[in-house]
Nanobody
Framework: QVQPVESGGGLVQPGGSLRLSCAASGSIFSINVMGWYRQAPGKERELVAHITSGGNTNYADSVKGRFTISRDNAKNTVYLQMNSLKPEDTAVYYC???????????????WGQGTQVTVSS
């Protein structure tokens, strides 16, 4: 079983910064894509950013220039550096990893339990 675990959420004032981390543990043969999604109250879950095993990144238009995604392959960890935070960034942030588990012949997607980010004065 593969389990991503997020950390780093909290309360921050508008214009502030937070750094989220997500470490994937378990029987992992390889990790393909690692990403961050978010879900605000009353809204659908949306992609924030993802990064491939080769380092290619993709961002939602709403966070381009403010958020940076990175990964440490040796630690099976993905990070999301969030700067210039706005109240509309308030949401539960979920980590998603697409991995090939040990003994499996194909990849599978796993979700973390989420971490709350609140941007408010």
């Amino acid at each position: 079983q593969v389990q991503p675990v997020e950390s780093g959420g909290g309360l921050v004032q508008p214009g502030g910064s937070l750094r989220l981390s997500c470490a994937a543990s378990g029987s992992i043969f390889s990790i393909n894509v690692m990403g961050w999604y978010r879900q605000a109250p009353g809204k659908e879950r949306e992609l924030v950013a993802h990064i491939t095993s080769g380092g290619n990144t993709n961002y939602a238009d709403s966070v381009k220039g403010r958020f940076t995604i990175s990964r440490d392959n040796a630690k099976n960890t993905v990070y999301l550096q969030m700067n210039s935070l706005k109240p509309e960034d308030t949401a539960v942030y979920y980590c998603n990893v697409v991995v090939v588990p040990v003994g499996y012949g194909r990849s599978a997607s796993y979700w973390g339990q989420g971490t709350q980010v609140t941007v408010s004065s």
